[in-house]
Nanobody, 125 residues
Framework: QVQLVESGGGLVQAGGSLRLSCAAS????????MGWFRQAPGKERDFVGG????????YYVDSVKGRFTISRDHAKNTVYLQMNSLKPEDTGVYYC??????WGLGSRKTDFGSWGQGTQVTVSS
């Protein structure tokens, strides 16, 4: 499995920005699609967006399109989630995840086999 550690969360005012990082180690990372999920208090963990193994494709849920950008740096074994124009409804614990199998894309929790511990993002109004 891939070991994942998120960082970069915090408290930000509405309209502000944060960049989350997800550092990967362990088994093959460079051939795995990566995803970001978030979990608001009392709610399910929901898919936010993902990036293909080679970084050539990204995909997002409608609520974050145009505001969030996912990128990856294979030299640093790191995936990023740049979040701009943050809204209070973006509040939650953000998790990065590595796909269970090489090469493919996915957006379901079951598509991902390795998870980080999460980082809290709080957006105040």
């Amino acid at each position: 499995q891939v070991q994942l550690v998120e960082s970069g969360g915090g408290l930000v005012q509405a309209g502000g920005s944060l960049r989350l990082s997800c550092a990967a180690s362990g088994r093959a990372f460079t051939n795995k699609a990566m995803g970001w999920f978030r979990q608001a208090p009392g709610k399910e963990r929901d898919f936010v967006g993902g990036i293909a193994w080679n970084g050539h494709s990204t995909y997002y849920v409608d609520s974050v399109k145009g505001r969030f950008t996912i990128s990856r740096d294979h030299a640093k074994n790191t995936v990023y989630l740049q979040m701009n124009s943050l809204k209070p409804e973006d509040t939650g614990v953000y998790y990065c995840a590595a796909a269970s199998t090489p090469w493919g894309l996915g957006s379901r929790k079951t598509d991902f086999g390795s998870w980080g511990q999460g980082t809290q993002v709080t957006v105040s109004s």
